[in-house]
Structure formats: structure tokens, C-alpha cells
């Protein structure tokens, strides 16, 4: 079965840095391309980074790009979201997500809150 | 990057009745693969999105037949045959081309 499991959110300050991890298992991580996908509070999906399976391809949302960095570790089967110069507006929860495309495999998410 | 456009915004249906989503995409989000990758995803409430179609027409697994995609180039649609009260939440569309686009949703409730 495949499993997703996000942590690292909370409470950070504007400006400030969070990494979020996102836990693979019950497929080859490997060999599987990975997203991260937000979700706004009260609002839509926002699709915001993908990184291929070789990680040497990366695709970033114009709203994170300079500010994000996916990367992943294969010999922890971990997914990883480097969130640098954090806004309001970067307050969500945050799914990691199996897929290039994202497709149907999401985790639980985890909540990142901006503020002072 | 490509533009997703749903309507209704919102819509009321009764138990048993059929329902119908429009999604437009500002482009086609055909590849050059020869795939058109637009998805439907159901949000429902307090839960995690879970894909109901893939690549327009494909349901995913354990998606119950009631629910079918349809539509090409520019003009999708997410056809429910027959509603039921575990069909609520908010529908979106979504094209797979990079940068990946959702549309607004639809908010789907039972009168």
C-alpha cells in the first residue's frame, strides 16, 4: 500500500525557513517522480513543485521559484521541501504526492502558518 | 501556463439525479506523447483530494462507474450518473502539463 506521511510544518515567522519532509513507502521510491502540492486556508490546490526520480529534473510553481528547493534522499525514501523567505501567503497545508503529473497517490499534508 | 476554467461554481443535486462539471483549459493539455492529461480530483470535507479520472476519460482504481470523464482539445466534463450523499465536496480539474494548473473548483452539496 502506498503511503505518504508529511511533517515539519508549524508556526513560522515571516521571513524565516521550514523544511517539510514527506515519508514514502509500499513503492519503489527509486524510481518514482514526486510532487508537493498547497492548499491555502478556505481556498484551491495550487501545485507549487515536482522533482523527477533521477532528481535531475525540477519544475517550481512562479510563486516559490527562488524561494523553495525539492530534493530527495532515495536511501531514506524521503521527499524533502526547503522553504526559504517565507510570506503570509505561503500559509497552507502541504501534500507531497506521488507522480510527476501528481496523480492518485497524496499524503495527509501537513500545516505551515506564516505570521508574527 | 495554461488556464483552468470550471463552472458551475457550485450546484445543488438531488439524491439519484445526474450531475455535470465543465472544465476549459486556456490551452490543450495534449503532450507530445499523444496523451491529453486532464484529471478530476474530489475534495471531500476535512479530507485529502482523491483522484476520481485521469488522462480525461480513465477512471482510477476503486472509482465507482458512476462517475465518467469526457471531452478533448480545450472542453472537458465530469459526468455523476447518478448522485449520492458520499458525493459531496468540491471537484477540481486539473491539467497535467508543466506548470501543473487547477481549476477554481466546483462545490457539489445534496438538496
Known amino acids: 500500500e502506498v503511503q505518504l506521511l508529511e511533517s515539519g510544518g508549524g508556526l513560522v515567522q515571516p521571513g524565516g525557513s521550514l523544511r517539510l519532509s514527506c515519508a514514502a513507502s509500499?513503492?519503489?521510491?527509486?524510481?518514482?517522480?514526486m510532487s508537493w502540492v498547497r492548499q491555502g486556508p478556505g481556498k484551491g490546490l495550487e501545485w507549487i513543485s515536482a522533482?523527477?526520480?533521477?532528481?535531475?529534473?525540477?519544475h517550481y510553481a512562479d510563486s516559490v521559484k527562488g524561494r523553495f528547493t525539492i530534493s530527495r534522499d532515495i536511501s531514506k525514501s524521503t521527499l524533502y521541501l526547503q522553504m526559504n523567505s517565507l510570506r503570509a501567503e505561503d500559509t497552507a497545508v502541504y501534500y507531497c504526492?506521488?507522480?510527476?503529473?501528481?496523480?492518485?497517490?497524496w499524503g495527509q499534508g501537513t500545516l505551515v502558518a506564516v505570521s508574527s | 501556463d495554461i488556464v483552468m476554467t470550471q463552472t458551475p461554481l457550485s450546484l445543488s443535486v438531488t439524491p439519484g439525479q445526474p450531475a455535470s462539471i465543465s472544465c476549459k483549459s486556456s490551452?490543450?493539455?495534449?503532450?507530445?506523447?499523444?496523451?491529453?492529461?486532464l484529471y478530476w480530483y474530489l475534495q471531500k470535507p476535512g479530507q485529502t483530494p482523491q483522484l476520481l479520472i485521469y488522462?480525461?476519460?480513465s477512471r482510477f482504481s476503486g472509482v465507482p462507474d458512476r462517475f465518467s470523464g469526457s471531452g478533448s482539445g480545450t472542453d472537458f466534463t465530469l459526468k455523476i450518473s447518478r448522485v449520492e450523499a458520499e458525493d459531496v465536496g468540491v471537484y477540481y480539474c486539473?491539467?497535467?502539463?508543466?506548470?501543473?494548473?487547477f481549476g477554481g473548483g466546483t462545490k457539489v452539496e445534496i438538496k
Open positions: 490551452q490543450s493539455p495534449l503532450d507530445s506523447d499523444g496523451k491529453t492529461y
Open positions: 504526492a506521488k507522480g510527476w503529473r501528481i496523480g492518485g497517490y
Open positions: 522533482i523527477s526520480a533521477s532528481s535531475g529534473n525540477t
Open positions: 488522462e480525461v476519460s
Open positions: 509500499g513503492f519503489t521510491f527509486s524510481t518514482s517522480d
Open positions: 486539473m491539467q497535467g502539463i508543466h506548470p501543473l494548473t
